[in-house]
């Protein structure tokens, strides 16, 4: 039973060599692109604005590593003891993508987003003070700041327009951890995001 187990372990070996070495005669590409995309979620409730992007290097016309970036497109109002408050989201980190079928005018890619962001709890303006005061912009009207974690996988289905551009639809899923709020909980700030966008670079 050990010669065989040892027998296979050597065949696997070989088998892995061989694939290696036929892949170091094939060309390897090294390109790169950006993507910018908007689309709407729902953080704790509420419909919200995500707009963001991604990008970085591509090897093998397929894998492509760099960062990303993601953030509400606009505040949403939700009380905090019984004061209203605006609620604000940000978030980033590494991003990395598969691309199948990259020639192919319809095809489809998938990755992550992994990092982490920032939820900024502020005091709405009152509107019913005078212009000067109003118009104070040094004024700090953030009441609290929570950090946190997030992953996000994504799945695209997109269409080549020329060799340079791209567009895409996207489904992606954003979950966080760690955000400390108890008003946003995580899993208030945790949510589905459909977008889409476009990619320009060197695939």
Aim: aromatic share 12%; no cysteine; glycine share 14%.
């Amino acid at each position: 039973m050990k010669q065989l187990f040892t027998t296979m372990l050597l065949l696997a070996a070989i088998g892995a060599f061989a694939q290696s070495g036929s892949n170091l005669t094939r060309k390897n590409t090294v390109g790169g692109y950006g993507a910018l995309h908007t689309g709407i979620t729902a953080i704790g409730g509420h419909a919200s604005l995500m707009a963001g992007g991604y990008g970085g290097v591509l090897l093998d016309r397929k894998y492509m590593l760099g960062l990303g970036l993601n953030a509400m497109g606009n505040m949403i109002k939700k009380q905090h003891d019984g004061l209203d408050r605006n609620w604000h989201m940000w978030y980033t980190g590494l991003a990395f993508e598969y691309t199948h079928q990259t020639d192919k005018k319809f095809h489809w890619s998938a990755g992550a987003l992994v990092g982490g962001g920032n939820l900024t709890e502020r005091m709405p303006w009152n509107w019913g003070k005078d212009w000067e005061e109003l118009h104070n912009w040094n004024e700090d009207r953030v009441v609290s700041n929570y950090g946190f974690y997030a992953i996000e996988p994504f799945v695209n289905l997109e269409m080549n327009l020329n060799k340079h551009m791209r567009l895409f639809a996207s489904g992606k899923y954003r979950r966080v951890f760690g955000s400390g709020s108890d008003v946003l909980t995580d899993s208030k700030l945790s949510s589905p995001t459909f977008s889409i966008g476009i990619k320009a670079g060197k695939f």
